[in-house]
């Protein structure tokens, strides 16, 4: 499975912002009110957006419950505290499970 490594200063992308960018990939920086304008007066691109979100949160629920048990922890050394291994959360929710 392969990791999406992200830059954590990185924002992630709304729905939205997400969804012209792909649909227009060389006019959104450069004319994005222009496209603001067109997504504001385009009923199917507000209704495609809408499912995304919708898609996302049900991935993101089954993420988090996948993650919450398959996470462990590990032992600090010289200490008696214990930290959560981030690799078995990262790798909790296979990428591939999103189609």
Request: charge should be negative; aromatic fraction near 10%.
């Amino acid at each position: 499975m392969k990791i999406i490594k992200r830059n954590s200063m990185e924002k992630t992308p709304t729905a939205k912002e997400f969804y012209l960018k792909k649909k227009f990939p060389t006019s959104f920086e450069n004319k994005r009110d222009e496209v603001e304008l067109w997504f504001e007066s385009n009923n199917d691109a507000k209704e495609d957006v809408q499912i995304i979100i919708e898609f996302a949160k049900i991935i993101a629920q089954d993420v988090l419950k996948e993650a919450s048990r398959n996470a462990y922890t590990k032992d600090v050394k010289y200490s008696n505290d214990v930290e959560v291994d981030e690799e078995s959360i990262l790798t909790a929710y296979p990428l591939d499970n999103i189609k």
